[in-house]
Every structure is written in structure tokens, then in C-alpha cells.
């Protein structure tokens, strides 16, 4: 997305599916680039990026960044639907 950082993968505290966050060079937070679905049942190693409004453009930086795999699958989240993906980088 035009800047370089540092991403973390960590564990929601609700539910307990991973989280990534990205971090600025200067370790300030930049991005939370997924969202929190505990009611979902998904794989262990599956995400649902957040891809819209201010993370317009995550799934593709994180799919180029080697991060995650695109699924094809989409969840209902509130107003819009979000990507699956399948997370490629341990936390």
C-alpha cells in the first residue's frame, strides 16, 4: 500500500483466531488488517481481512507480501462483505 512496516500476528483475546497488525517504522501502530468473526467457524489459519473504506487495497499489499492466500470465500460483516484468506506466516 505505498508503505513498508512491520507486521505482527497475533491472537484475538474473543474467539481466539489470529490477528494481524501493522506496525509503522517507527513501531506506531498503521493498520489492523483483519477483523474479529468469533462467531465464525473458520480454519485455524484462516483470516477475514478488512479491505474497505481506510484498508481499501489490504487484501492485495498482504496477498504481494507473501502474508496470506486468497480463499475466493467471502463473510457478511456488517454492511459489506469481507475476503477469507488463508494466513501463510505463523505468529
Known sequence: MGEDCTVEIGT???????????????????????????????????????????NEGMMEALVEAGIVRPTGLRVVVGYYSAPVAELLVAG
Do not use: F
Open 12 to 54: 484475538y483475546q474473543v474467539g481466539g483466531g489470529p490477528a494481524i497488525q501493522l506496525y509503522c517504522e517507527d513501531g506506531s501502530p498503521m493498520a489492523t488488517a483483519t477483523i474479529n468473526v468469533p462467531s465464525l467457524e473458520l480454519p485455524e489459519n484462516y483470516v477475514v481481512v478488512k479491505d474497505q473504506d481506510e
